[in-house]
């Protein structure tokens, strides 16, 4: 269950932050250019106080440090402020200043959702790595390369943890879809991917 509300949040967020690129796209061009990750706590510090271009004109290198500093960024702070102020001010086509108000309020909005989000996945981390450590499965998991705590939590929750569930371990690649399937019939001989399988796997 907390493997499957992490990986839904996570989702959520991705949602979130498409949408928001999408909007930025629309009015605030160079907040793009800036940040690649919408979902980075420097992109929710600086949009949180500048979501429209017009307030990113009147931030100061302070304020950009300050913002930067709140969001718990320690190093690089004068440079990465000089760097976001430098990009948030170059020339874009502006929208009208009534359209640029909507965008802003929604702008602002999505921001304070990702911040959420952000902390609630946190949270969620912290909750799965600790239950899933006092799992007697756990160490074997975690021996697998590119396993860690988070995606050996979700790769023991999805499989489970029973070990007569699968007979042999094709019937464990058939589940998580990563065997192929293929149909013959006659001379003619198709190798497919397999659609019907666990899409959290």
């Known amino acids: 269950m907390l493997a499957r509300a992490h990986q839904s949040l996570i989702w959520a967020r991705t949602r979130h932050t498409n949408g928001l690129r999408s909007a930025l796209r629309e009015y605030y061009p160079a907040a ?3 940040f690649d990750d ?3 706590r420097d992109t929710l510090a600086i949009l949180g106080r500048a979501p429209t271009p017009a307030d990113a004109g009147r931030l100061s290198l302070s ?4 913002a930067l500093k709140t969001a718990g960024r320690q190093r690089n702070l004068d440079s990465q402020a000089q760097r976001i102020r430098a990009a948030l001010r170059t020339p874009q086509l502006a929208a009208p200043a009534a359209v640029t108000a909507a965008f802003g309020a929604s702008t602002r909005a999505a921001v304070g959702i990702i911040a959420e989000l952000n902390r609630q996945i946190s949270d969620l981390e912290a909750e799965l790595a600790t239950h899933f450590e006092a799992h007697p499965d756990a160490d074997i998991y975690r021996s697998l390369p590119g396993l860690g705590v988070i995606l050996g939590a979700r790769v023991l929750g999805e499989f489970g943890d029973d070990p007569h569930r699968y007979t042999t371990a094709k019937s464990r690649k058939n589940y998580a879809g990563t065997s192929p399937l293929t149909v013959a019939s006659g001379k003619k001989c198709a190798v497919l991917a397999r659609h019907i399988r666990n899409r959290r796997l």
């Not at 304020?63 to 300050?66: G, H, L, N, S």
């Open 32 to 34: 793009l250019e800036v």
């Open 38 to 40: 919408l979902a980075d």
């Open 63 to 66: 304020k950009i440090r300050a």
